[in-house]
């Protein structure tokens, strides 16, 4: 087990250098740079042109004028000592940038996550269980929609259903008079009121396909023999149910858990952008339209570590769950 | 009415399990599918009776209606399952099928095991917690007396090293020591009837010899009555006192193991022992085999369910009628027009 472990860590440390190189290239493939982004908005927005030795100036000061590989090495060298980097377009460490929007991120993926598993294990379950019922027939059309719906065009009919029936614009996550107060009473409040839209939101697609997997499954497991034997052996059909098919049917979807920790993040970006929420989602999308490479790198590499980071996590959780697993690799 | 209540009486010690006219039907789309339609066999105490019969005879549908476990679309539609039980009877087929009744003679009074041991135990709970929860659920014992017991049963079912098997999971056991696993489990509540649906079919030959040989010691030790459920003519001859010869859910021989084997009346179970090989037998001589295959089970056709494989099949009798169950000899029943 320890081996196993210490080799997973090993692995994790490759995937990120890979992750990183991949991250660096899609930044850089769009034509032009951080500099010739700049330059083309000044000109679109302000109608400036310039001139010649100014740009040059300008790639020299931000270093892109200096090979691929050089900025590469430069930009993993310091990310690799914990040095995020400036935004170029914001002038300001990025570690500022994120750490302004990490915490509300992650209050929000977290209820997020744990509203797809409230809602999506107990009617998954309930859907497996009384198949073909009218109930199984009505969540199995919820999760289709759910599944179908674009997370915008949800975001898009909440806000518009809030503001008609409740009466208030759901926008954001605080009222006007608390955007720019610091923290109280009122605006945590304020707060709450706000949360549930983006967490219903960002949920539904995860909650709708966890349905369909639950379901699916259970249902398999339902069907086979060591059910029926439980069930002769004179069990309860409650505690049966809980005790063996769902607790197998779980380990798929165990080992799917860490994933959704950096779809939550990114998942959220248009959801974010559509409802005005402060996470990172808009941020990276925003570095990503201006070239903005070491803000962007910095957010898809962190992304990347907590995809890494959820997968070792889901592998070992199933390992602990599955003794299945424990002696195939303790085999190894 | 009387007479049948003095009957009851007097097998009160002998008789531990009455069906009578017993029909189970899956609803399908298709159709009504008659899985048992209208069995009944009574068994005594520590008897073993075999239930033998092709593929989809009905012959486990029968085994799981006694523990009321019948998949779904099946229902029990009609019959009584009369179970003596300390000098009360109950009617099994009368139960709520997940009631708190039926759980308490599940696993306790009546226990089963299964065809496949791959898949007969959970995978991810060991064969001791396994064990251990059926032992818990119908005896007011602790924990550590559970496990005592869940050893001990394992010792007697013939598994080396109990102590580490018990919290060893089913996938690191073998074929066999699994099936010995499922019926510690099975014995460990001290059943007064124990049903084996198949229980040696998906193992080796030699394997299959141990098992076998391993049911009748426990029989022996514990004094259960055992229905045992196979298409395997051989093993029924090793264990059973008495045979039940099913045919597309109908019973259509029922007497004890020497008459069938020796004096066998139904064309269907004459034709069974025919095709079993024999030893001594001239070498590459063909074995003799039924004509024909099972016919669908959705709307049978009218008259004895037997009739299109039949050698002795008369028409205008057999494709007209249905031939009932009767008697003739002492305990030697059978349904067919030739012994009217």
Aim: hydrophobic share 45%; charged share 20%.
């Amino acid at each position: 087990m320890l081996f196993y472990v210490i080799r997973r860590l090993l692995y994790m440390i490759i995937i990120l250098f890979l992750l990183s190189v991949v991250a660096f290239i899609i930044i850089q493939l769009p034509p032009g740079d951080y500099v010739s982004a700049y330059v083309a908005e000044m000109q679109s927005m302000r109608g400036e042109r310039l001139a010649e030795e100014e740009i040059i100036a300008l790639r020299k000061v931000y270093g892109v004028d200096r090979p691929m590989y050089v900025q590469y090495s430069k930009w993993l060298w310091k990310l690799s000592h914990g040095n995020f980097g400036m935004s170029l377009q914001l002038q300001r460490p990025v570690i500022d940038l994120i750490a302004e929007r990490l915490p509300l991120t992650v209050l929000i993926c977290i209820l997020a996550t744990i509203f797809t598993y409230a809602v999506g294990m107990p009617i998954g379950i309930y859907s497996a269980i009384r198949q073909y019922s009218i109930g199984d027939y009505f969540s199995t059309v919820f999760g289709f929609i759910g599944l179908a719906v674009p997370n915008f065009l949800l975001a898009l009919i909440l806000m518009f259903l809030f503001y008609k029936y409740f009466g208030f614009s759901i926008g954001g996550l605080f009222s006007l008079q608390y955007m720019d107060a610091s923290w109280s009473a009122g605006k945590f409040i304020d707060m709450f009121k706000h949360l549930p839209i983006p967490v219903i939101v960002i949920g539904t697609p995860g909650a709708a396909a966890l349905i369909r997997t639950m379901r699916g499954c259970l249902l398999d497991e339902l069907r086979k023999q060591y059910v029926i034997t439980a069930r002769a052996k004179g069990l309860e059909e409650r505690t049966l149910l809980f005790k063996y098919p769902v607790r197998v049917a779980i380990n798929p979807i165990i080992s799917t858990i860490g994933w959704t920790l950096p779809w939550l993040i990114s998942g959220g970006t248009i959801t974010s952008i559509v409802l005005g929420l402060p996470t990172t989602g808009p941020l990276l999308f925003e570095a990503l339209l201006k070239q903005d490479m070491e803000l962007a790198g910095s957010i898809l590499m962190i992304l990347s570590f907590l995809t890494v980071i959820g997968t070792f996590i889901s592998d070992i959780l199933l390992v602990l769950l599955d003794p299945r697993i424990r002696y195939e690799k303790s085999a190894v | 009415m009387d007479f049948e209540n003095k009957t009851i009486l007097n097998n009160k010690n002998i008789t531990l399990l009455q069906v009578k006219n017993l029909k189970v039907y899956f609803y399908l789309e298709e159709g009504i599918l008659k899985a048992v339609d209208d069995v009944s066999f009574d068994i005594g105490r520590k008897k073993v009776l075999g239930i033998v019969g092709e593929s989809g005879c009905g012959k486990s549908v029968t085994a799981q209606s006694i523990l009321r476990i019948v998949p779904h679309p099946g229902r029990t539609v009609e019959g009584e399952i009369l179970l003596h039980q300390n000098g009360n009877l109950v009617d099994l087929a009368r139960l709520n099928p997940s009631g708190r009744e039926i759980r308490a003679i599940r696993g306790k009074e009546i226990a089963m095991i299964f065809q496949e041991p791959m898949t007969s135990l959970s995978p991810i709970h060991t064969i001791g917690n396994q064990i251990m929860e059926a032992v818990l659920l119908h005896r007011d014992i602790s924990q550590s007396e559970a496990r005592e017991l869940t050893l001990e049963m394992l010792y007697k079912v013939g598994i080396s090293n109990p102590h580490q098997r018990i919290d060893e999971y089913s996938y690191q056991l073998s074929g066999g020591l699994r099936q010995r696993a499922m019926i510690a489990m099975a014995l460990s509540c001290n059943p007064s009837l124990l049903i084996a649906d198949e229980p040696t079919t998906a193992l080796d030959v030699t394997v299959q010899a141990q098992i076998l040989e391993l049911m009748k010691e426990l029989q022996r030790e514990f004094g259960m009555s055992i229905i045992y459920i196979t298409h395997n003519l051989g093993v029924i001859a090793e264990i059973s006192d008495e045979v039940l010869v099913m045919y597309l859910g109908k019973a259509i021989e029922h007497a004890n193991i020497d008459e069938i084997f020796h004096n066998p009346l139904h064309p269907y179970t004459i034709g069974l022992l025919k095709s079993i090989p024999k030893v001594g037998k001239k070498a590459r001589t063909r074995l003799e085999a039924i004509k024909g295959i099972v016919p669908p089970p959705l709307d049978l056709p009218r008259g004895c369910r037997f009739y299109q494989r039949c050698r002795e099949a008369k028409e205008g009798i057999c494709n007209v009628d249905n031939p009932s169950l009767i008697e003739v000899t002492k305990g030697h029943r059978v349904s067919c027009f030739l012994y009217k």
